[in-house]
T-cell receptor, first 115, second 113 residues
Framework: AQSVTQPDIHITVSEGASLELRCNYS??????LFWYVQSPGQGLQLLLK??????LVQGIKGFEAEFKRSQSSFNLRKPSVHWSDAAEYFC?????????????FGKGTTLSVSS | DGGITQSPKYLFRKEGQNVTLSCEQN?????MYWYRQDPGQGLRLIYY???????QKGDIAEGYSVSREKKESFPLTVTSAQKNPTAFYLC????????????FGPGTRLTVT
């Protein structure tokens, strides 16, 4: 069965420091992968997506992610974190099922930014 | 502006009452989805619809019902059979259901007492 694991429930990073959020997936075929961000009490905003091609994908707000098939990972990175990046981050994998496609989400990583 | 609207933002109901959450999109998307979010649980799929007049159960459909009479609308009814209805509910849509990203509404927080 398809699944997504985000090993870190909560991460605290100093403002200006680099960030890496981990995501591991389990999927039998070539996956398509997403990172979303959610501010408290809000909906989810798409940061970036990977369907095929270049394994390093660029997203909005200065985020990037690298798809590593050998490690079944799709980690999210940002070189310098800003206080406004504090939010919850979700990794998701697209899964083909009988009737169509649904996204399977990880349980999320909460990012806190310290000054 | 194109987007997804959910109303109301906050909803309070007494136990034993059915309640319907609204979801409307003007993105001309074919597929629509309902997710439930609980703290520390991520998002879990309740129902999804690929086209008008068709929908499928997700992982946690028990105690919920939906309809898809119009392309732009996908209301969710939380019935009295749902044992733990208090949660944050998110609606999403995508161009098609195949290999396309989903766009989310702002969510409805339902509290049942």
């Amino acid at each position: 069965a398809q699944s997504v694991t985000q090993p870190d429930i909560h991460i605290t990073v100093s403002e200006g420091a680099s960030l890496e959020l981990r995501c591991n997936y389990s999927y039998g075929a070539t996956p398509y992968l997403f990172w979303y961000v959610q501010s408290p009490g809000q909906g989810l905003q798409l940061l970036l997506k990977y369907f095929s091609g270049d394994t390093l994908v660029q997203g909005i707000k200065g985020f990037e992610a690298e798809f590593k098939r050998s490690q079944s990972s799709f980690n999210l990175r940002k070189p310098s974190v800003h206080w406004s990046d504090a939010a919850e981050y979700f990794c998701a994998v697209g899964a083909l099922n009988q009737a169509g496609t649904a996204l399977i989400f990880g349980k999320g990583t909460t990012l806190s930014v310290s000054s | 502006d194109g987007g997804i609207t959910q109303s109301p933002k906050y909803l309070f109901r007494k136990e034993g009452q059915n309640v319907t959450l609204s979801c409307e999109q003007n993105l001309n998307h074919d597929a629509m989805y309902w997710y439930r979010q609980d703290p520390g649980q991520g998002l879990r799929l309740i129902y999804y619809s690929q086209i008008v007049n068709d929908f499928q159960k997700g992982d946690i459909a028990e105690g919920y019902s939906v309809s898809r009479e119009k392309k732009e609308s996908f209301p969710l009814t939380v019935t009295s059979a749902q044992k733990n209805p208090t949660a944050f509910y998110l609606c999403a849509s995508s161009i098609t259901s195949s290999r396309s990203e989903q766009y989310f509404g702002p969510g409805t927080r339902l509290t049942v007492t």
